[in-house]
Nanobody, 117 residues
Framework: QVQLVESGGGLVQPGGSLRLSCAASTSFFSIYDMNWYRQAPGKRRELVASITRDDIRSYADSVKGRFTISRDNAKNTVSLQMNSLKLEDTAVYYC???????????WGQGTQVTVSS
């Protein structure tokens, strides 16, 4: 069992920045693909950004050029730097860890990001 704990959410004005972090309780962090999802009220959960165990990054079109995902295998953490935030980025952001071999899937509890003027 892997526990994921997100931090860094909050209230920010449009155009501002936030950095989310997710700490994983596993010694095998490096073998997990790590993802950030978000879910806005009344909407489905959507994939925002991914970083594979091989350090390959991908982003949803809506956040390309504004968000950057990174990982630190020595600290068992994954981060999401969010710049130029928009009102529509308001959502609960969830950290997700996926291990391909055994198809193991873990979720954090979520952190609220609110973009408002």
């Amino acid at each position: 069992q892997v526990q994921l704990v997100e931090s860094g959410g909050g209230l920010v004005q449009p155009g501002g920045s936030l950095r989310l972090s997710c700490a994983a309780s596993t010694s095998f962090f490096s073998i997990y693909d790590m993802n950030w999802y978000r879910q806005a009220p009344g909407k489905r959960r959507e994939l925002v950004a991914s970083i594979t165990r091989d350090d390959i990054r991908s982003y949803a079109d809506s956040v390309k050029g504004r968000f950057t995902i990174s990982r630190d295998n020595a600290k068992n953490t994954v981060s999401l730097q969010m710049n130029s935030l928009k009102l529509e980025d308001t959502a609960v952001y969830y950290c997700n860890a996926y291990q391909r071999t055994n198809r193991l899937n873990y979720w954090g509890q979520g952190t609220q990001v609110t973009v408002s003027s």
